[in-house]
């Protein structure tokens, strides 16, 4: 079967691989599932990986089959399974467990091990291909009312476990009744956070570069949220009228964003930081500033990777609410659509120029003709 891969390391090396089709009984005591893919999105991490600033290949190969986000359908299912059956639409977690303790408790979100694994991304092929095994521990079951957007279910988690591990973290303060919110950065991450926050009753702000009206811009206003451009605004301005925001979640995969972000937070306010940078840019900051207004005003900022199933499940239940909050909504997310595995040219043009895509996907099969 083919699959779009890159060589790490090599930067551009797009193209495509051949691999054998797995089989379920590569997985012990009768526990494999066989997933034909559907969807598959691509994100910044993808840009990354084929642009060698991050990624490894699995151990034996040369090659790292990439994609992340995927949205597939039950074929086969061992002896040993029972939650799962032919004909289920799932989604898959990324990461798989390591040694450490958190992995040890189903918490490898958390891992403090090394070495990682992660499909798609680091040491585990992924999901831009026809067919994947996995364990039903990873896969998450994705009800058919949701199969149009159950591609955005991984980056869904991942907007989850910010804002879970935000008002968890914020129990240390008794009483906590966020009202405002800023989000940096308008791509899905930063229009499923605007999405969620809106769901949890918060005033937002999302700001990103381009100046509106744009679909991004035009999104954030159908939640109720508002839009800014960064080119029209300077941050400071904005929480002046706007702020100052409790929760500041940033995902505009810039780090200078993040450290001026920092600026803008509300007494006792949380900052969110989800942006995989994994270039060298250096920055020059208030520092004296910027860690006085921390210190006196009993302010947070943490950084927040990945999400287990836990996080896919909350995932699944937000995306219910958000289809009947803000019908129609959610699919507009998947802005640019790329037909079959042979156009991963075209994925990657789209992924790397089109600014103005939300999310750019890989439609490797129709979604209904099981
Ligand atoms: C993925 C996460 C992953 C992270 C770091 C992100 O693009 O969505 O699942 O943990 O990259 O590799
Ligand atoms: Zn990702």
């Known amino acids: 079967m083919q699959a779009i891969a890159v060589i790490p390391g090599k930067p551009d090396s797009v193209h495509i691989a051949e691999l054998e089709r797995p089989t379920i009984d590569t997985v012990p005591d009768g526990r494999g599932v066989l997933v034909e893919v559907l969807q598959v999105g691509v994100d910044g991490t993808d840009k990354e990986i084929n642009a060698a600033e991050y990624g490894g290949a699995p151990p034996g190969y040369d090659f790292l089959v990439i994609g992340h986000e995927s949205f597939g359908r039950v074929v086969e299912v061992g002896d040993g399974v029972d939650k799962l059956k032919p004909g289920d639409y799932v989604t898959a977690t990324v990461r798989r467990p390591g040694n450490s303790i958190y992995d040890r408790i189903g918490h490898y979100d958390m891992t403090t091990d090394e070495t990682y694994y992660e499909r798609g991304i680091n040491l585990l092929h992924g999901f831009l291909t026809e067919f994947y095994v996995d364990e039903p521990e990873y896969l998450v079951k994705v009800p058919d009312t949701l199969a149009q957007v159950g591609v955005l279910l991984e980056p869904m988690s991942v907007v989850e476990k910010g804002i879970v591990q935000a008002y968890k973290i914020q129990r240390r303060l008794r009483l906590w009744r966020p009202k405002k919110a800023l989000v940096l950065g308008a791509g899905a991450i930063g229009q499923l956070a605007t999405l969620v926050l809106k769901l949890r009753g918060l005033d937002v702000v999302t700001m990103a570069r381009t100046p509106p009206p744009h679909l991004k811009s035009e999104l954030v206003a159908e939640l109720g949220a508002r839009y800014l451009s960064t080119e029209e605004k300077e941050l400071g301005e904005v929480a002046e009228k706007h702020g100052p925001f409790d929760i500041v979640f940033e995902a505009t995969g810039v780090s200078w964003i993040a450290f001026k972000a920092m600026e803008v ?64 909504w959610l699919p507009k997310l998947l802005s640019h659509p790329v037909e079959g595995l042979a156009e991963y040219e075209k994925m990657m043009r789209l992924l790397t120029t089109e600014k103005q895509a939300v999310k750019v996907f890989l439609q490797v099969k129709p979604l209904n003709d099981g």
């Open 265 to 328: 937070l509300a007494k006792n306010g949380i900052l969110i930081l989800t942006s995989i940078t994994g270039g060298d840019e250096k920055v020059e900051i208030p520092g004296d500033q910027g860690n006085l207004d921390f210190v006196l005003h009993n302010k947070v900022m943490f950084g927040t990777v990945n999400a287990n199933r836990e996080y896919f499940e909350l995932g699944v239940k937000d995306f219910a609410h958000a289809q009947s909050e803000y019908p129609g």
